[in-house]
């Protein structure tokens, strides 16, 4: 396989930790310090602690870059091996403050947001959804937490027309503005909630693994064509261009019922055609 088209992800896990079992030197946030072959380690002023254990601390782990499912699943084990092989309940919690970012790249020259329609991430949202809610690895608790703080402040649902027009912020389920950076895009939406058992942590890390693989083969699909040509008549294209200097969504209605939306720019240019 060509290595530039292999499959590249990134994994931040955001956690309390029990100080009096492990503990950690902190870099600053951004410039973590190395931990083991896969990890740096580093603070976040986001994170509060649960205040489940009697010295805790809290910090944001950030694995380098893994090119393979091999890879991916020696940084989680090197993770757990962090933790001196304690139950999880007894040296890790994760609150709502708490993320789990998935960052997904093919290369720097390639953009996922470019190649894949805003319906394939919304499709692959639901395979997440759907295999959390059906995992007989998760406690039902779990899976209740996992799922409730999917949609929050800083990892907010994304919309069509938002998608296309690229009036995202970096806080939401999808921030294209890291892949514009060369970070992959960056899934912001998943978390450990409720995990309270280094089974569920695999469980949800396997779940996370398969959903971005389907997306990484998507790519190859007759799904990742977004752009389409269309025949404007005159009294469309006038609509189109008088309104472009706003930044408009103009729908055309096609023979048989079928709608044909456009997403202008502020400076005229048709950005994509979704039919």
Same mark, same amino acid.
């Given at each position: ?5 292999? +499959?590249? &992800? ?10 009096? +079992?492990?503990?950690?030197? *902190? ?15 580093? #603070?976040? #002023? ?26 991916? &699943? ?21 609150? !709502? ?8 790249? @093919? !290369? ?12 394939? =991430? ?23 937490? @996992? ?8 990892? $907010? ?11 995202? %912020? ?11 950076? /060369? ?21 949800? =890390?396997? &779940? ?9 083969? $998507?790519?190859?699909? %007759? ?7 269309? *025949?404007? !008549? ?6 189109? $261009? ?6 408009? +969504?103009?729908? @055309?209605?096609?023979? /048989?019922?079928?709608? &044909?939306?456009? !997403? @202008?720019? %502020?400076?005229?240019?048709?950005? $994509?055609?979704?039919?």
């Amino acid at each position: 396989m060509d290595k530039r088209n292999r +499959i590249k &992800i990134g994994i931040e896990i955001e956690c309390c930790y029990n100080r009096d +079992i492990v503990d950690f030197e *902190r870099g600053s946030y951004h410039d973590g310090i190395s931990a083991g072959n896969s990890w740096k380690i580093e #603070g976040d #002023g986001s994170l509060r602690n649960s205040h489940i254990f009697d010295n805790e601390n809290n910090a944001e782990f950030v694995s380098s870059i893994l090119g393979s499912k091999k890879t991916y &699943i020696k940084a989680l084990k090197e993770f757990r091996d962090f933790f001196k092989g304690y139950p999880l309940s007894e040296v890790l919690d994760f609150n !709502n403050s708490c993320g789990n970012h998935i960052h997904i790249g @093919i !290369n720097n020259k390639k953009k996922y947001h470019n190649k894949l329609s805003f319906d394939i =991430f919304a499709e692959m949202r639901e395979k997440y959804f759907k295999a959390i809610k059906e995992s007989d690895k998760l406690s039902e608790d779990t899976k209740e937490k @996992i799922l409730n703080q999917y949609f929050r402040g800083y990892a $907010q649902k994304i919309n069509k027309s938002a998608w296309y027009l690229n009036r995202l %912020s970096r806080g939401v389920e999808f921030n294209k503005q890291s892949e514009n950076s /060369g970070l992959g895009i960056e899934w912001r939406s998943v978390n450990l909630c409720g995990v309270k058992t280094w089974t569920e942590f695999n469980a949800v =890390f396997e &779940i996370i693994y398969n959903c971005v693989e389907w997306l990484f083969k $998507q790519r190859t699909t %007759s799904h990742k064509g977004k752009f389409k040509a269309l *025949r404007l !008549n005159r009294v469309k294209l006038n609509e189109l $261009q008088s309104g472009a200097t706003k930044g408009i +969504i103009l729908t @055309i209605e096609k023979k /048989g019922g079928e709608n &044909i939306t456009l !997403n @202008i720019k %502020s400076d005229c240019e048709v950005l $994509q055609c979704v039919i």
